[in-house]
């Protein structure tokens, strides 16, 4: 990992604030600096997004402290926190699009309730986004109407509308096909160029972690270990990560 | 015959007392958590929020549209009907009993404060309460509200405050429309059928109309919008992960909206005797 990267997020002996889980909950380091793709994999989903919600700001951690951009999310007050909002993107594979409203304006709604852009300033980026996303159906249509990968598009072209520095990734290949897969790792690929990204469900696309992971963080209910790539991640030397890899 | 010895009754007296108890203590944290719920939404409203922001701002016209203007049609074909049927038959029998004097002070004060902010607020509950009710619990089922919120839009100012507020515009408007429609059609009827001039009696009608209450019409069409508006957003949101809550929950809104319409109804026929 290249150390020269401005850290975004960082986690300092971290755990996760969880309220109905009978798991055991490792403390956990880690930085997310931009340019690099960070993956969590472990045995337990539940355990992974508690994580990924605690990394992203979502969730205050129960135990010690998680900084994004500098500033610690225990201490954040309501505002500061909804400021942090719009600088860390999130999309999730399983939620939807708001479905009243159309493509378009699913794309366009962080950006209409953050910035005072006029509607048409804010159409025209969010059109713009979607050019770059390859979106070749009219993104006026429904998400009723769309197929998974078309909404999955919107949902990464909402992500990225108010220009985040950081993405999570909450099982961004769930319910894509084959080809869909690489298509969106070809997207996530381009986007870790120039930013941080941080997921979970990576091993639902393997290939993806091979070529772009730069940090793979195995959790499991008692143990927390870090890899710098696939490689060494699939040449540990630990049972449960052997369990894991033979299940795949 | 069988008589239960006297401490089986005592016990069953006291279970029942206990049972009123935690009703009673159950209604009282509802309406705190009511009001809360309502006063958070309100105080969305801080310096930094600008008044008019676009993306509440067309949530709102949307909910405007669905609650107010889309359910005027059917207010005023009810409203025409209610006239008829209902306020005809009220001239007769008040013709009848206190004579042509009173019918007018009394038709004011039973057609414009009573039947029609009520029978508008039982509509917008069937209408747009079990609507609002479904349409966020459903999204919230889906996961498409946690979604936004992950976003950074605020779950009160994005889906409640525009559909409250659209709830008290809609209730004051359609209960004026549904007031003037119902008069005059009960009026035009009567004069068809009995021995009254509508021209006169509608004339007389609106010079009993004053400042005083007009405001007493406005507020109380405000407080019922409020109340509807409040018990269906704070219901849908209620929604944890099943879809057999939806219903669930609508059911509530619907009942509590009613008992709560009935309440504050009966707080201004006390307070306006």
Not at chain 1, 70 to 95: C, D, F, M, N, P
Request: charged share 15%; hydrophobic share 50%; net charge neutral.
């Amino acid at each position: 990992m290249n150390n020269m990267n401005p850290i975004s997020i960082s986690a300092d002996k971290a755990i996760p604030y969880t309220r109905e889980s009978d798991l055991n909950f490792p403390p956990l380091n880690c930085q997310l600096q931009s340019s690099t793709l960070t993956c969590l994999v472990g045995p337990h989903r539940s355990q992974l997004r508690a994580y990924l919600h605690m990394l992203a700001g979502i969730t205050k951690p129960e135990r010690g402290e998680v900084e994004v951009f500098g500033q610690k999310i225990s201490e954040l007050e309501a505002l500061a926190w909804q400021k942090v909002r719009t600088q860390v993107g999130y999309l999730s594979g399983t939620s939807p699009l708001l479905s009243v409203e159309h493509g378009l304006m699913n794309v366009m709604l962080p950006a209409l309730y953050h910035n005072h852009l006029s509607f048409r300033e804010t159409a025209d980026k969010a059109r713009a986004i979607l050019k770059q996303l390859k979106c070749d159906f009219e993104p006026t249509r429904y998400p009723a109407l769309l197929n998974s990968f078309q909404r999955l598009q919107l949902a990464l072209a909402r992500a990225l509308i108010l220009d985040p520095e950081i993405l999570f990734l909450d099982v961004p290949f769930n319910d894509l096909g084959a080809k869909e897969r690489e298509k969106m790792a070809c997207l996530l690929a381009e986007y870790k160029e120039t930013h941080a990204v941080c997921m979970i469900g990576g091993l639902q696309y393997v290939r993806f972690l091979e070529q772009h992971a730069t940090q793979i963080i195995f959790i499991s209910e008692f143990k927390v270990i870090k890899f710098n790539s696939w490689q060494s991640f699939k040449q540990a030397d630990d049972p449960e990560i052997h369990q894991l890899l033979r299940i795949l | 015959m069988h008589f239960l010895p006297p401490f089986h009754c005592h016990v069953e007296i006291m279970t029942f007392f206990a049972w009123i108890g935690r009703r009673s203590i159950a209604s009282f944290l509802y309406v705190i958590d009511l009001t809360y719920f309502m006063l958070r939404t309100f105080f969305i409203w801080r310096p930094h929020r600008h008044v008019f922001n676009r993306a509440v701002y067309s949530v709102f016209l949307d909910q405007l549209i669905l609650t107010g203007i889309n359910a005027t049609a059917i207010i005023s074909f009810l409203a025409m009907f209610v006239g008829i049927a209902i306020a005809s038959q009220l001239v007769f029998i008040m013709a009848s009993i206190t004579g042509a004097n009173d019918l007018i002070k009394i038709l004011s004060r039973l057609i414009l404060s009573e039947m029609g902010p009520l029978i508008t607020g039982f509509v917008m509950i069937g209408r747009s309460c079990s609507a609002i009710v479904v349409d966020l619990g459903n999204s919230k089922i889906r996961g498409e509200i946690a979604s936004l919120e992950y976003l950074g839009i605020d779950i009160e100012d994005y889906f409640v405050l525009p559909r409250i507020l659209s709830m008290v515009i809609s209730q004051v408007i359609l209960a004026l429309c549904f007031s003037a429609v119902m008069l005059f059609f009960g009026m035009v009827f009567s004069s068809l059928i009995y021995d009254l001039s509508a021209q006169k009696s509608i004339e007389e009608l609106l010079s009993l109309v004053n400042m005083n209450n007009l405001f007493r019409f406005m507020l109380k069409n405000c407080l019922f919008g409020l109340t509807v508006g409040t018990i269906a957003c704070f219901h849908g949101l209620a929604v944890k992960n099943s879809p057999t809550q939806v219903s669930e929950q609508m059911q509530k809104a619907i009942v509590r909206s009613i008992v709560f319409l009935l309440l504050l109804d009966g707080y201004f026929i006390i307070f306006t005797l």
